[in-house]
């Protein structure tokens, strides 16, 4: 996967941009989704480390395959450390 910054979208929804990792995407979500994701609460930073197994196409955008419901239920998913 390119290291561009890819759009990634759920139900017709834009949730965020990521950058692709080879086990992980990194997901900087948008203020809106990381309310409707409960991860505002849940996480310290609207950043999150998401598995590419949730990744359903790419292409212009990254498509996920799962709900939003089933994504603020996801224990796959979590924050990102900064490893810098």
Same mark, same amino acid.
């Given at each position: 996967?390119? @290291?561009? *910054?890819? *759009? ?5 929804? +834009? =949730?965020? @941009? #990521?950058?692709? +990792? $080879? =086990? ?8 809106? #989704?990381? !309310?409707?994701?409960?991860? *505002? +609460? ?7 480390? &998401?598995?590419? %197994?949730?990744? $359903?196409?790419?292409?212009?955008? /990254? &498509?996920?395959? +799962? =709900?939003?419901? !089933?994504? $603020?239920?996801?224990? !796959?998913? %979590? !924050?990102? /450390?900064?490893?810098?």
């Amino acid at each position: 996967m390119p @290291e561009e *910054k890819k *759009k990634v979208e759920n139900a017709a929804e +834009k =949730t965020g @941009e #990521a950058v692709g +990792k $080879s =086990t992980h995407l990194q997901v900087k979500l948008s203020n809106q #989704a990381s !309310e409707d994701l409960g991860f *505002k +609460k849940r996480f310290r930073s609207s950043t999150v480390c &998401m598995p590419i %197994s949730l990744v $359903s196409a790419v292409g212009d955008v /990254i &498509m996920i395959n +799962k =709900t939003l419901n !089933e994504l $603020s239920k996801n224990p !796959e998913i %979590s !924050e990102c /450390i900064d490893d810098s």
